[in-house]
């Protein structure tokens, strides 16, 4: 079975520059979750779906974050404009439901100079 | 207090030799209690749940102590492949409430 599929792996951008990433699910899974994982830290959820509606946005910068999972499948990422405290891994995990065991995606590691 | 706290690391032991995490979580109401594993620059991967009657996976053994807010890890026999950051996850409710992570121990296995 296929896993998480992210992309970009890597990325390097400037700061305010804008950034997307792309987050195909496990086909099937119905929930999405955005976590970004800072060096040294565990992964932070940023925001969560349940098919195409967000469950739980609560820790989404939104003055400069925004994601969309349009068709309930794919998701998409998006940092505009990104700051310097913004370099992270991005990892997307999906789930068959809410309460299933979450599967984590390589992640997309993003430097902002 | 942090949501969740695990032990600073790293840890670095001999192959063979037995090991033990622990963490804390903050919200009584925590219901659900996990162990992830997260190679190096690789994605977490769930490890274990953690049971309230503790619970066994070949050589690891997780515990919980609900009274005192408290989940351990214990691997025995180590092995060189056991090498990698374990997180400790919380999560509040029941259902669909977010997982909660902790910053992570890392463990380094030595030969």
């Known amino acids: 079975e296929a896993g998480v599929a992210q992309s970009p792996r890597y990325k390097i951008i400037e700061k305010r520059q804008s950034v997307a990433f792309w987050c195909n699910p496990i086909s099937g899974h119905a929930t999405l979750y955005w976590y970004q994982q800072i060096l040294g830290q565990g992964p932070k959820l940023l925001i969560q779906f349940q098919n195409n509606g967000v469950v739980d946005d609560s820790q989404l910068p939104k003055d400069r974050f925004s994601a969309e999972r349009l068709k309930g499948v794919d998701s998409t990422l998006k940092i505009q404009p990104a700051k310097l405290e913004d370099s992270a891994v991005y990892l997307c995990?999906?789930?068959?439901?809410?309460?299933?065991?979450?599967?984590f995606g390589p992640g997309t590691r993003l430097l902002v100079l | 207090r942090k949501e969740v706290e695990q032990d600073p690391g790293p840890f670095n032991v001999p192959e063979g030799a037995t090991v033990a995490f622990n963490c804390t979580y903050s919200n009584s109401a925590s219901q659900s209690f996990f162990w992830y594993r997260q190679d190096c620059r690789k994605e977490p991967k769930l490890l274990m749940s953690?049971?309230?009657s503790g619970n066994e996976d070949g050589r690891f053994t997780a515990q919980l102590n609900r009274a005192s807010q408290y989940i351990s890890l214990l691997i025995r026999d180590s092995k060189l492949s056991d090498s990698a950051t374990y997180l400790c996850v919380v999560r509040k409710y029941y259902g669909d409430t977010p997982l909660v992570f902790g910053k992570g121990t890392r463990l380094s296995v030595i030969a």
């Open positions: 953690v049971y309230s």
């Open positions: 995990a999906s789930s068959l439901t809410e309460q299933e065991t979450q599967y």
